[in-house]
């Protein structure tokens, strides 16, 4: 059996597999934004038949009882939808608006909520994950050659935008095969691989990392760590970097939180916390100003941006927020108030009601899963995906890259399942 864990078995598997180590190919064909959400809702609808039949064929059982945690990620992506049309009718903005608005609803926020589902109920068994992590490490490594000559060599930086970005109805670089892109301030060459922009790599990156360390394989394991860590560091994204140093030793920390001995440790380090607290403000502050400096033009707009988008909440959408994206003046480079952070946009876009759906899903998952981490690994795997998107929360928007991260999502609904609560050697 353990010879055979990670070849896909059922139909919820097979599909999952194919979509992740297909990629790059999809990536080339401009397919990514369309392929994420079609699995979603697919996977959706396998949950509700597998429910209504008692199970689906092939899957050998019935399905799984869905957990409090995900009937709460369900309410809170819901309570999007409810809130983005209070807002458009406040702001009064149209049927067409409205409409297009709820189909980005479909392709964004009710994924968050869709792939953890499909993780709890279906059978999904994260081994199957975690080896197709480690193709996709494979894959990657094999065409990074060509990414990092590529600007070396006079490959142009943009090979094509497929003509399938009329059927997604977002902007051209989710649709874009970006070979390199420079760094306006220094000139150096940048890589966003398969996602729309650098730091979005850098995500992806620090994902697979984490799931491919979990793949019992040494050899696949390897191939899936250096293909991670090499989009974690040639996308040259800060918060990768911070994501890579700083997840693993919080879940460690928090899976043996019922150790005698790790309050033991506890004790003398909060001691010498208190006593050396004020000169470790000063380090931080002066490491904080540091990192801003090594990228000072995209701190500065992402500092205005969130400026401009909490003063707006606060005067003009308190509630319900202004229902759209808007576009900021030219000196934040006319880019969306409230993007590179999922509060300010939350905040901006559906007020404070929508920064409280999602919120209050993201904590109680943190919560749970931290509980469960003391006893069972893929608690510990699922609470280290629940702290990557944590923290990309305030890097990025989780809306619209949910189509590119929902390996992750798919195993943190895996972990919250009933079936993942059973006591595993930690």
């Known amino acids: 059996m353990a010879t055979s864990a990670h070849h896909p078995q059922t139909p919820a598997e097979r599909l999952i597999a194919l979509c992740i180590e297909w990629i790059w190919p999809l990536w080339l064909i401009g397919g990514l934004y ?28 019935k399905p799984a009882h869905i957990p409090i945690a995900v009937k ?11 809130i983005l049309w209070v807002g458009h009718a406040n702001f009064d903005l149209g049927l067409g608006k409205t409409v297009k608005s709820s189909i980005g609803w ?31 490490g ?5 065409v990074m050659p060509i990414f990092l000559v590529a600007p070396f060599i006079g490959l142009p930086e943009l090979l094509w935008v497929s003509p399938l970005k009329v059927l997604g109805g977002a902007g051209p670089d989710y649709f874009a095969a970006q070979l390199y892109t420079f760094e306006p301030g220094s000139g150096a060459p940048r890589w966003q691989f ?31 760590i250096a293909g991670g860590l090499a989009l974690a560091i040639l996308s040259q994204s800060r918060l990768a970097l911070v994501a890579l140093i700083i997840v693993l030793p919080i879940v460690w920390a928090v899976a043996r939180m019922d150790r005698w001995w790790m309050w033991l440790i506890a004790a003398p380090t909060i001691l010498m916390l208190a006593i050396f607290g004020p000169m470790l403000m000063e380090l931080t502050d002066a490491a904080l100003a540091e990192f801003s400096s090594a990228r000072a033009d995209s701190s500065r707009v992402r500092a205005t941006l969130g400026r401009i988008a909490i003063d707006r909440w606060q005067t003009e959408a308190f509630w319900f927020g202004h229902g759209v994206v808007e576009n900021g003046p030219h000196l934040v480079e006319y880019m969306p108030i409230g993007s590179h952070h999922s509060w300010y946009g939350l905040l901006f876009v559906k007020g404070l009601l ?32 629940a702290l990557i998107l944590a923290l990309y929360s305030f890097g990025e ?4 890259l949910a189509y590119l991260y929902w390996p992750a999502l798919i195993v943190i609904g895996i972990a919250l399942s009933s079936n993942s609560r059973a006591t595993e050697p930690s």
Not at 34 to 61: E, S
Not at 106 to 127: D, S, T
Not at 138 to 142: C, D, E, N, R, S
Not at 397 to 400: C, G, S, T, V
Request: net charge positive.
């Open 354 to 385: 929508g920064a409280f759906a999602l919120s209050i899903p993201l904590l109680g998952t943190l919560f749970v899963l931290g509980k469960y981490s003391r006893r069972s690994e893929n608690a510990q795997t699922g609470l280290t995906m």
């Open 397 to 400: 928007n989780l809306e619209i």
């Open 34 to 61: 369309i392929v994420g959400p079609v699995l979603g809702w697919t996977l959706a609808g396998m949950v509700a038949l597998a429910l209504y039949l008692d199970g689906l064929p092939g899957d050998g059982g």
């Open 138 to 142: 494979l894959y990657t490594l094999l």
């Open 106 to 136: 479909a392709k964004g926020w009710a994924l968050i909520a869709l792939f953890p589902l499909a993780g709890c109920v279906l059978k999904i068994r994260p081994e199957v994950i975690y080896r197709s992590i480690c193709k996709l």
């Open 72 to 82: 709460v990620w369900l309410i809170g992506m819901a309570a999007m939808l409810v």
């Open 194 to 224: 398969f996602a729309p922009w650098s730091p979005a790599a850098g995500m992806m990156g620090v994902i697979c990392v984490f799931l491919a360390a979990r793949e019992p394989h040494f050899g696949w394991k390897s191939i899936g």
